[in-house]
């Protein structure tokens, strides 16, 4: 997706500011149809594009993890605290993570319960050709 997003940078471009050293820095790839001297700009769209990405696999990559952890007989506090320390996450992040996970287990028991009410609906309707 990188390598689609990346063009010229425009001609007023005086370069980012300096956010500090906690700012995400991606070494672009060798592309043989594009220069990466040259084309090595990413406009705030495509970078809001990328970050969404990033976010979503991310929460993926966590609901998977704790998955397999519960799986395993993991406590979702522990087992929160292993994905953070997996990937280096500061602890301060913890609430967070929790609160993803309760929201994510909270819309699969909606969903659940919504194709319950849906199928047993369907189940005692009789067919009206019947």
């Keep these: ?7 010229k940078p425009p001609a007023d471009y005086k370069g ?6 906690e700012t995400l820095q991606i070494m672009l790839p060798f592309m043989e149809y594009k220069n990466v001297d040259s084309w090595n700009y990413l406009s705030p769209i495509a970078q809001a594009d990328i970050a969404s990405k990033m976010k979503a696999f991310l929460k993926a990559e966590f609901h998977s993890f704790m998955d397999d ?3 395993n007989g993991f406590s979702q506090v522990s087992a929160c605290y292993m994905f953070m320390e997996q990937n280096d996450i500061s602890p301060v992040a913890f609430d967070m993570f929790k609160r993803e ?3 994510y287990l909270q819309r699969i028991r909606e969903r659940r319960h919504r194709h319950k009410k849906t199928s047993v609906r369907r189940s005692v ?6």
């Design 101 to 103: 996970r309760n929201r």
């Design 69 to 71: 952890a519960k799986n």
């Design 125 to 130: 309707c009789p067919d009206a050709h019947s």
């Design 1 to 7: 997706m990188i390598c689609f997003a990346l063009q």
């Design 16 to 21: 980012e500011p300096d956010y500090g050293k």
